[in-house]
Nanobody, 124 residues
């Protein structure tokens, strides 16, 4: 059983930055494909960023050029650096993972495990 623990959420003003962290346990980190999702009140959960096969990265159009996903394998931690935050980025952010290779550009990210979520609130 994989366990994910997020941290780093908070409240910032528009234009500010936050860095989310997600520490994974319960499986070899190199066997996991990490990703970030978010869910705003009244909306469905949406993909934000995840790792792709062969070193590629996926970003949703709404966060491209502002957010950066990364990971530190020895620390078993994935990160989401969020810059130039906007009020529409306000949401609960969830770390996700699954066993296996990361998806290619033609495959979907199919989350198997979820963190508890960390709230990000951006005020105008």
């Amino acid at each position: 059983q994989v366990h994910l623990v997020e941290s780093g959420g908070g409240s910032v003003q528009s234009g500010g930055s936050l860095k989310l962290s997600c520490e994974a346990s319960g499986a070899p980190f190199t066997n996991l494909c990490m990703g970030w999702f978010r869910q705003a009140p009244g909306k469905e959960r949406e993909e934000v960023a995840y790792f792709r096969r062969y070193g590629g990265l996926f970003y949703s159009d709404s966060v491209k050029d502002r957010f950066t996903i990364s990971q530190d394998i020895p620390e078993r931690t994935a990160y989401l650096q969020m810059n130039n935050l906007k009020p529409e980025d306000t949401a609960m952010y969830y770390c996700a993972t699954y066993y296996g290779v990361c998806p290619s550009s033609r495959e979907r990210y199919r989350a198997q495990y979820w963190g508890q979520g960390t709230q990000v609130t951006v005020s105008s």
